[in-house]
């Protein structure tokens, strides 16, 4: 199954870069799979990792094709990790953070926790070598708006805190966005 999704994942993915970088976006759903993985061994929970971006950022790919493909399970969790792009960055951020307080399936938060631990990686990298500029290649380009969403999903996940990867993600998170709770 998991080499089922990462197929899936590439073909989805071809051509897409993340944002604002020449890096091919497949890089962060293998990624996400990759830290999933680390936590549990369970197949569909490290498809849905795999796959957590195909409904979201692929126009050509529905919850019902990865239902019929990888099951009612992968399925909720792919759904769960799917943001509705009609709504403002600020609507779909708060949603987020309510979603996963409310959620009760742990294989769903950890999935969301190798998404969210993937991209502070990236802007921890990114924001070594390019400051505050960095935030100029996202939708919401306030920090102080980006920090105040990334300690929510700290808050939010905080029932994994047994885990070795929140305790990574929250310190990356200090790290980057620490100044701007120092800040209020």
């Not at 890089?27 to 680390?38: A, C, D, N, Q, T």
């Not at 239902?67 to 399970?73: C, K, L, V, W």
């Not at 769960?80 to 399936?105: F, G, H, I, Y």
Request: glycine content about 6%.
């Amino acid at each position: 199954m998991i080499n089922k999704a990462i197929a899936f994942a590439v073909k989805a993915h071809e051509g897409q870069p993340r944002k604002g970088t020449e890096i091919p976006y497949i890089f962060h759903p293998l990624e996400v799979g990759m830290i999933v993985s680390r936590i549990t061994d369970d197949e569909e929970v490290i498809a849905a990792a795999v796959l957590h971006d195909t409904v979201e950022d692929c126009d050509a790919v529905t919850l019902d094709d990865i239902r019929r493909e990888f099951g009612d399970r992968v399925a909720r969790i792919v759904g769960l990790e799917s943001e509705d792009k009609d709504k403002s960055w600020e609507e779909r951020k708060a949603a987020t953070v309510r979603s996963l307080k409310k959620e009760p399936m742990r294989e769903a938060k950890i999935v969301a926790l190798g998404d969210k631990l993937s991209n502070i990686r990236c802007f921890y990298a990114d924001y070594i070598k390019l400051g505050d500029e960095l935030w100029q290649r996202f939708n919401m380009k306030d920090k102080r708006m980006q920090g105040r969403y990334y300690h929510g999903l700290c808050e939010a996940l905080s029932d994994l805190s047994d885990l070795e990867e929140y305790q990574e993600f929250r310190r990356m998170v200090e790290m980057v966005f620490g100044d701007v709770i120092a800040d209020e």
